[in-house]
């Protein structure tokens, strides 16, 4: 209990502080005649800000629409983030101007003075700085969030069938169609998909956020991705409906066979611990499908063994598993005749750097392969940066991708 109470103090301890160097900056970079004004606006966006986030989880997000949720929850994170940054700018400040204080009052001497004022430059400084972090995450909700990039990966094998040079895949990855609140760019997205004349399309994982019936918009839309060979999808680990609190157990079980029937009525073939073999002209390849099987706490429904018997003559073998630390730590060691792989599940914490000098994220301190094209040996990966988004309604410098990977006979 004590425990408990001495970890919510500091935690609004922090938070207090927080919104304290908030208000000063507003306050000094202004400076107003009469602060009574802004002070009240101020502090009552504050207040409603935190108690509407304080309320999200145990019920507003049941109540309000969902896309009025989800912007005033990103609405107070980047003010907080900015609030953060603000901080950092002037408790350095004031720590010192404090240290100074002490010193003088403890040997004083004449003609110095010991008050402690705020600088209205470094107050004004520090706003600006927090305005780019702050700036660039409004933007990237504004313009990103389905900003799509289409990108082009063609792969040589030496064991690839003679009849599949040249097999073109689509794949998309995480389309976590619970955060979208528009319908006119997935609608694009897909004709823009259908346009690239696919041989074959494949989905990684992670359709909806918690529950199935967050497609129920979406269905006429992805139901109309055509390829020659069709869609083939597989698990993610949203797709299970592990985040929500569910009334009963079999509240759970409906749900997820409410799941599997969608991909029946979108026309996709769900391979759950599966594989299928396409032919052309007596030549095939493999396509494996696995559940999700990812490390740490995700949860390990994938079973490669399963998927993979019955493949073992199959001269190239392509594998869908959503999270791709799966590749390291079971893909690689045990099936190595695994040519591909492809996975999605990280979005490239769609925040980072990508250009031609510079590829950064978060992400990669979580995962080895995060985004893009990894090699080991004579094995790819290719890591997929997700078609939607999670959390934060928006990308900044990690855009939403759908990628066209063509196979080569080397």
Known sequence: ????????????????TVEFYGW????????????????????????????LFLSYRPFLYKVLPKSVSTYFFTFFVILML???????????????????????????????????TRNQFLSRLAIVVAAVPAGSLVYGVIANAYNYTFRKVNLKFA??????????????????????????????????????????????????????????????????????HGVISTTGNHDYGDYVEWDTPEAKVAN??????????????????????????GQKIAIIG????????????????????GTEDIPFKLLMSHDPSHWDIEVRPKFPDIDLTLAGHTHGFQFGIENKWLKWSP????????????????QYIYVNRGFGFLGYPGRVGILPEVTEITLQKA
């Open 159 to 228: 064991n690839l069938p003679e009849a599949f040079d040249g097999f073109k895949i689509i794949q998309i990855s995480d389309i976590h169609s619970g955060s979208f609140n528009r319908t006119e760019p997935l609608i694009e997205a897909v004709s823009k998909i259908n346009a690239l004349n696919a041989d074959l399309i494949l989905f990684t994982g992670d359709l909806v956020n918690n529950t199935s019936d967050e497609m129920d918009p979406y269905m006429h839309i992805f139901d109309k991705l055509r390829a020659k």
């Open 363 to 378: 992400s990669e301190y979580i995962y080895k392969q995060w985004a893009g094209l990894y090699q080991e040996g004579k």
């Open 24 to 51: 000063q900056a507003v306050k000094t970079a202004i400076n107003p005649t009469d602060t009574s004004t802004i002070k009240w606006v101020y502090w009552t966006l504050t207040t409603v800000l935190l108690v």
């Open 82 to 116: 900015a609030k953060i940054v603000v901080t950092l700018f002037l408790l350095p400040e004031d720590l010192v101007r404090l240290a100074r204080y002490g010193i003088a009052q403890l040997s004083p001497q004449p003609g110095i003075s010991a008050g402690i």
């Open 290 to 309: 696995i559940e999700n099987w990812g490390k740490g706490h995700f949860s390990k429904h994938g079973k490669l063994s399963v998927a993979y018997k």
């Open 1 to 16: 209990m004590l425990q408990s109470i001495f970890f919510f103090a500091i935690v609004f301890g922090i938070y207090g």
């Open 256 to 281: 997820f066979e409410k799941f599997k029937n969608i991909h029946k009525q979108l026309g996709w073939n769900l391979l759950m611990n599966q594989h299928v073999i396409l032919d052309r002209n």
